[in-house]
């Protein structure tokens, strides 16, 4: 998670909590922000696809969580959805955390990643490119029973109508 605060991202994230009441500010314990994907392209597609609601779900190398050291999300935490250029474009809690094996991984949740076809053999032959990138950029190496957290989310702002 690249959790970037530039003074776009700040200012979004105030319009939001100016829309909430004292007490839901005061519920909300984790904020970061980030873009899915690893390129401009995919980065923009995906944050259209998750504005839009097509996208409610993600997932991640659990195993890259220890090597960035970084805290695995939890229901309830926000994230600021950006583009490429770390433009916000909407902000999503997570309501449902899971692990899983990449091979575990169901057709359910690659159609909520909203991507490609939305079927689990376009989310297969997409991802073990992905995650053998990630894993050699951690100096590891990818194996298809290595866990993935499995992230499902819900736009909070701006409201989807």
Same mark, same amino acid.
């Given at each position: ?65 220890? =090597? +960035? ?8 935490? &926000?994230? %600021? ?5 770390? $433009?916000? /474009? ?36 997409? =991802? +073990? ?8 950029? &951690?100096? %590891? ?5 290595? $866990?993935? /957290? ?12």
């Amino acid at each position: 998670m690249k959790n970037i605060f530039n003074d776009y991202i700040q200012n979004f994230l105030n319009e939001y909590f100016s829309t909430l009441s004292f007490k839901d500010k005061s519920k909300i314990t984790n904020i970061s922000s980030d873009y899915f994907c690893a390129d401009k392209k995919n980065a923009d597609l995906c944050s259209d696809l998750v504005l839009n609601g097509v996208k409610t779900a993600s997932c991640s190398l659990k195993e890259s969580y220890s =090597h +960035i050291e970084d805290e695995l999300p939890v229901i309830g935490d &926000l994230l %600021i959805v950006t583009n490429w250029e770390s $433009t916000p /474009v909407c902000i999503v809690e997570f309501i449902e955390i899971s692990e899983v094996k990449y091979l575990e991984v169901d057709e359910l949740h690659a159609f909520k990643e909203g991507e490609g076809d939305r079927t689990l053999s376009w989310w297969r032959d997409v =991802h +073990i490119d992905f995650f053998t990138n990630e894993c050699e950029e &951690l100096g %590891i190496t990818f194996d298809e029973s290595m $866990t993935l /957290v499995l992230e499902y989310f819900k736009v909070v702002y701006p409201k989807l109508s």
